[in-house]
């Protein structure tokens, strides 16, 4: 009997010792695609500790694939930048190569020169750079690959132009448009207008982003660099058009460095672009504050995304959009009551092209806020259900709130159910609880 107590007292101990809100899960709970997919919209919303927690769990998985543990270190170098560590990054970087050389994977080692040469210009480690570029314009010729070779030889003028030489960045690019033939001249494109703009050539950079931008219309990377080039040239309609094209582009990117750094370049443009509207004495028409909002989420900026998302709402009080934003980052600030009230608010609203009653979006973020506060939410099934409906940019936005929550470890335990629902995409899943004290 007193050994069975004694077992009872340690199950209880290990239950209390093992902290129900944001607990790592054990690493084979979880796949290392859904921690690998969980990191990258942590990443996405600038929580990087976050993403790390789960990288780790990826990369301690006893089923990591060799091509998730490129993809892991990868990601754990992003985070690294972000939370301006360089020389973690890089290392993280390093270990990506070695992965994919140890699996024999070509297009992974590339994949990882192409990352870490940009990661060495942005932490100033030249020498690691130039290696990297020649390693993979080496490697592109020895695939007879020519696109790759068209790719790496872009960027080696890129880093020339990072170095301070437009000129011969320019002459670079100029004998590879002689070259290039069947290839997609995107990235080539790219480079041109970003040495026009440095050479202080605004209306030429307008037209080569423009160029860029037929190979992608919606691309986020030449939207804000064709924004730049236009706000120098002093159009500012057309730099704001862009801008806030940039914003609605930006998860479309398909590399998560490139999304950083659009990301910050937008927030970096939109503030330019109040001051210059500023000296022209302008009163607000330099500036779209929800547009500027969501570039200021998607930079992690979350104080500065709720003040221009309140001036939104203010401009336009039957704004939509600007109130569901409101909700959002409520959510991830955790102030669950006012993204209850918000989410309340919206309930009476119709979204822009819907009827009203059609979207269900504020009435699952207004009980998962309700959840997080603490209040008792019962409908379980009828939250998953609801849930399954909703556009992937909406669970997109309550999964983060969710990571935001467990980072903080703000989740209360009536909550549960609903966070193990978004979590799992839908699916009403058991929720383990810690075991009651005998």
């Not at 859904?34 to 089923?63: C, G």
């Not at 986020?220 to 924004?227: K, M, T």
């Not at 503030?271 to 200021?296: F, K, N, V, W, Y």
């Not at 603490?374 to 709130?401: C, H, I, K, S």
Request: aromatic share 4%.
């Amino acid at each position: 009997m007193r050994l069975l107590c004694l077992c009872c007292c340690l199950f209880w101990l290990v239950g209390v010792a093992t902290p129900v809100h944001g607990a790592t899960l054990a690493p084979s709970a979880i796949s290392p695609a859904e921690s690998l997919s969980r990191a990258e919209e942590a990443l996405n919303a600038r929580d990087a500790a976050a993403a790390t927690t789960w990288l780790r769990q990826a990369l301690a998985h006893p089923r990591l694939a060799a091509d998730q543990h490129v993809e892991a270190e990868l990601l754990l170098a992003r985070a690294a930048r972000l939370q301006e560590q360089p020389e973690a990054a890089m290392a993280a970087a390093d270990r990506a190569e070695a992965a994919a050389r140890a699996a024999n994977d070509g297009a992974g080692v590339v994949a990882v020169l192409r990352e870490r040469s940009a990661l060495a210009v942005l932490a100033g480690r030249t020498d690691v750079a130039a290696a990297d570029l020649a390693a993979w314009e080496s490697l592109a010729e020895e695939a007879e690959e020519p696109q790759l070779l068209f790719e790496a030889r872009v960027a080696s003028a890129r880093f020339l132009l990072d170095r301070g030489n437009a000129d011969r960045a320019l002459e670079r690019l100029s004998a590879l448009a002689g070259e290039a033939r069947g290839v997609n001249l995107r990235s080539g494109y790219l480079a041109v207008a970003e040495v026009w703009l440095a050479k202080g050539d605004a209306t030429r950079a307008a037209v080569a982003y423009s160029l860029a931008l037929g190979f992608g219309p919606d691309a986020a990377d030449a939207l804000v660099g064709r924004a730049k080039a236009r706000l120098q040239a002093g159009q500012m309609d057309g730099a704001r058009a862009d801008l806030a094209a940039a914003v609605a582009a930006l998860p479309r990117l398909s590399s998560s460095l490139q999304r950083d750094l659009a990301a910050e370049a937008i927030i970096a443009l939109q503030t330019e672009m109040q001051s210059a509207g500023s000296a022209a004495g302008e009163t607000g028409a330099a500036d779209d504050p929800l547009a500027a909002a969501h570039a200021a989420v998607a930079a992690g900026k979350l104080e500065d995304a709720r003040g221009l998302a309140e001036s939104a709402i203010m401009r336009d009080r039957n704004s939509w959009e600007a109130r569901a934003l409101l909700a959002e980052i409520y959510l991830q600030q955790g102030e669950y009551g006012g993204a209850a009230n918000t989410f309340a608010t919206l309930s009476g609203q119709a979204p822009l092209g819907k009827q009203a009653g059609d979207s269900r979006y504020p009435s699952v973020g207004g009980t998962l806020a309700q959840g997080l506060l603490g209040v008792e939410v019962y409908d379980v099934e009828g939250f998953a259900e609801n849930w399954r409906t909703l556009a992937p940019t909406e669970q997109a936005a309550l999964r983060a709130a969710v990571a935001a929550a467990r980072q903080r470890g703000a989740i209360e335990k009536t909550a549960l159910p609903l966070v193990a629902i978004v979590e799992a995409g839908g699916a009403p899943q058991p929720v383990a609880q810690p075991e009651s004290r005998p």
